[in-house]
């Protein structure tokens, strides 16, 4: 499995290059490859560094698990609210199949769920595992959309080892209404949380909205993380994601001209 998705991956970064020449560097019209993600793909699904990065975030969090609870011996009502995504489930397949076949997110994103074969991230398990063992309540908030594939969702997850997987702690995005209508945004789900009692002591994500509402502007997003940046191996601990997330929108990231664009800037102190 691997080696194919790697064969056809480098397939893919060979033939996007194989009309370039070193020599036409100052009058290429674009930077960016056409498939940016690549890198980004290959690095989470193989490179061992990402998985030591995704270790050390459990054992923080394991660290963290200990001390509350050292703290709070006998509490019952302590929560752990996590991700899905490039938080408990590695979905690096999928986005390799949107890099070899020129597509991109919803494409086929319901038919990888519903295969139910997603990974876990390492460490994931056996922190939620030991979470659970200690007594904190787990609740799983995702933007998987709860109509298409909530039961997928949830057999994954119970098929690979992770506790707690139940009907209420599950809480899946829902179509617009005008009760949710913004229903990416993670922060009503975790009021719902805490208005049944819970207090949520640990948030676990790869995206700056799986803790708080996201501001969508890059210099708001920015000092909205500055101002939480105590919290972060705290109250908060994130996972690497280069392959997507808010932080490109937020950057006006969608196409090659715009990350030529930013890559131009980069260049600022050399001019």
């Given amino acids: 499995m691997k080696s194919k998705l790697l064969l056809l991956l480098i397939s893919i970064v060979i033939s996007s290059c194989s009309t370039c020449n070193m020599d036409d560097r100052d009058t290429t019209k674009h930077y960016a490859s056409d498939h940016s993600t690549s890198m980004a793909t290959l690095y989470q699904y193989y490179a061992e560094e990402y998985q030591a990065l995704a270790y050390q975030a459990f054992n923080i969090a394991h660290e963290r698990v200990d001390a509350i609870r050292t703290e709070y011996p006998d509490r019952k009502d302590l929560a752990i609210v996590v991700d899905i995504d490039e938080t408990l489930l590695d979905n690096s397949p999928h986005q390799a199949l949107s890099i070899v076949t020129d597509s ?8 990888w769920c519903e295969l139910e074969k997603a990974k876990a991230v390492p460490g994931a398990i056996e922190f939620l595992q030991y979470a659970d063992e200690q007594g904190f309540n787990v609740f799983y908030v995702s933007n998987r959309k709860e109509i298409y594939v909530r039961t997928a969702t ?16 599950i809480m899946l995005r829902l179509e617009p209404s005008a009760e949710y209508p913004n229903p990416s945004d993670k922060q009503m789900r975790r009021d719902r949380i805490t208005s049944e009692g819970f207090e949520i002591v640990m948030l676990i994500g790869d995206n700056l909205g799986d803790f708080y509402s996201d501001e969508p ?32 929108r937020s950057h006006g990231i969608s196409d090659e001209a715009s990350m030529d664009s ?3 800037e980069m260049t600022a102190p050399f001019n």
């Fill in 154 to 169: 949830m057999n994954n997850l119970r098929q690979i080892g992770f506790p707690q997987v139940t009907e209420k702690s």
């Fill in 104 to 111: 991109a997110y919803p494409y086929m994103w319901n038919e």
């Fill in 217 to 248: 502007a890059s210099h708001a997003r920015m000092d909205q993380m500055e101002s939480f940046r105590n919290e972060f191996g705290h109250k908060f601990i994130i996972l690497p994601n280069a392959m997507y997330g808010n932080w490109q």
């Fill in 262 to 264: 930013l890559l131009i």
